[in-house]
């Protein structure tokens, strides 16, 4: 069943940049923003990441947690997190593939990844908000994601 607000967020354990398990046990007690991406290394992907690092002290501001997760495998996750110098956690989905992002019901069988897709949770882990294009050549909008993360 996907992600729905109001209910639980799936649990996940997947592996980060530095290859630390982070699950969604680790991010309870502080609200969260999960958002997956289908393409790191293009325009989109690239901007809402570097948008979130430089935003990054708003973020802890809200003593909110930030983490992205993509269906990619980590040794491009690494090289992309270095080039561009995010400090959050990037999640490989890449084993069993998507099986995280099918979980949140954000997952496109026909091209094997992601959708543009953000999910807010409380400190609960319980799904508050979901922001998402209809398009994966349509980025998300920033303040509304950070928006969204400071109501919670």
């Known amino acids: ?13 997947l592996v980060d940049q530095n290859r630390n398990h982070v699950t969604l046990d680790d991010l309870k007690g502080r609200r969260t923003m999960i958002m997956f991406i289908p393409f790191p290394f293009t325009g989109n992907c690239d901007a809402e990441g ?4 430089d ?13 992205i997760i993509t269906a990619h495998a980590l040794p491009t996750i690494i090289k ?6 995010f400090t ?22 026909e091209r094997g990844v992601a959708t543009r897709s953000s999910y807010i949770l409380d400190a609960d882990g319980i799904v508050r908000d979901i922001i998402a294009t209809d398009s994966l050549a349509v980025a998300r909008e920033h303040d509304v994601q950070m928006a969204a993360l400071a109501a919670v």
């Open 50 to 53: 570097c948008a979130l690092r």
């Open 1 to 13: 069943m996907p992600a729905v607000i109001g209910q639980p967020a799936p649990s996940f354990d």
């Open 80 to 85: 992309w997190v270095d080039e561009f110098g």
């Open 88 to 109: 959050f956690p990037v999640l490989s989905d890449y084993w069993p593939h998507g099986e995280v992002a099918t979980a949140y019901g954000t997952f496109s069988e």
């Open 55 to 67: 935003g990054l002290g708003y973020i802890e501001s809200l003593d909110a947690n930030v983490v």
